[in-house]
């Protein structure tokens, strides 16, 4: 005797969580929706091009692609966290975000003692800096269940 196929149940229950999902993003904030694709785009780019944030890490804490790859982790579990709405998120992110803070500092004091970097590299290392304060307010305003 066969079983029957329910192909076409589980087709539509994926197609329902695909729904959800988006349905769930579209009902945060939009400044928790930036941040989650900032955290998530940047997450991946942790992942997949270390070399572009290991410059970030400040030599005295170490190992800057381990720094790099943690970071980007946290990244992505905070970006899933806030449209999952989790109760932990908010403040993990801000966590992050101050993290990113310190190295966003870093660079852009590097960048002003460098004679190699550009005006244009010194105004906008410079200029990432401050955005971090919005950021974490947004972090801090992002619901939760």
Avoid: D
């Avoid at 349905?23 to 955290?39: C, K, N």
């Avoid at 946290?74 to 709405?85: D, F, K, S």
């Amino acid at each position: 005797m066969t079983q029957p196929c329910h192909c076409a149940e589980a087709r539509a229950e994926a197609i329902a969580n695909v729904a959800t999902g988006a349905s769930r993003a579209a009902g945060l904030p939009w400044q928790t929706r930036v941040l989650i694709g900032s955290f998530t785009t940047s997450g991946v780019l942790h992942m997949v091009r270390p070399q572009v944030f290991t410059p970030l890490i400040p030599p005295q804490l170490g190992s800057p692609r381990a720094w790099t790859y943690a970071s980007g982790a946290a990244e992505l579990v905070c970006a899933v966290g806030l449209w999952r709405r989790e109760p932990w998120a908010p403040k993990a992110t801000a966590a992050v975000l101050a993290g990113v803070w310190v190295g966003n500092w870093w660079m852009a004091v590097r960048a002003s003692k460098s004679e190699r970097a550009s005006t244009a590299t010194k105004v906008a290392t410079w200029a990432r800096v401050p955005l971090q304060v919005p950021m974490i307010r947004w972090a801090l305003a992002s619901p939760t269940r």
